[in-house]
């Protein structure tokens, strides 16, 4: 069992930035990747980025270039996802997402609003 813990959402303004952070009890090193998935109200959840124990890195098409996933080379606990430029449509409540080579893991998720 990975315990998984979002923390660092808000309310910010279209344009502004947010950091999101994501810390299991896993490190990503002994995972196959962490990722960030986001539900809109109304909508199905949906995948906007991931990054692997190796480094590499996917986005969801309309965040690539505003958006970075990143890894706490202190805390290999930790990932985060930097939020840069941001849009009404981003709005939602974001999950981490624990992918094991075994199961997947989910945290509560931590509510996103932008809005002017």
């Known amino acids: 069992q990975v315990q998984v813990v979002e923390s660092g959402g808000g309310l910010v303004q279209p344009g502004g930035s947010l950091r999101l952070s994501c810390a299991a009890s896993m490190s990503l090193d002994h995972m196959y990747a962490m990722a960030w998935l986001r539900q809109a109200p109304g909508e199905t959840r949906e995948f906007v980025a991931r990054i692997k124990s190796g480094g590499e890195t996917l986005y969801l098409d309309s965040v690539e270039g505003r958006f970075t996933i990143s890894r706490d080379n202190a805390n290999k606990n930790t990932v985060y996802l930097q939020m840069n430029n941001m849009e009404v449509a981003d709005t939602g409540v974001y999950f981490c997402?624990?992918?094991?080579?075994?199961?997947?893991?989910w945290g509560q998720g931590t509510q996103v609003t932008v809005a002017s």
């Open positions: 997402r624990a992918e094991t080579w075994g199961e997947n893991y």
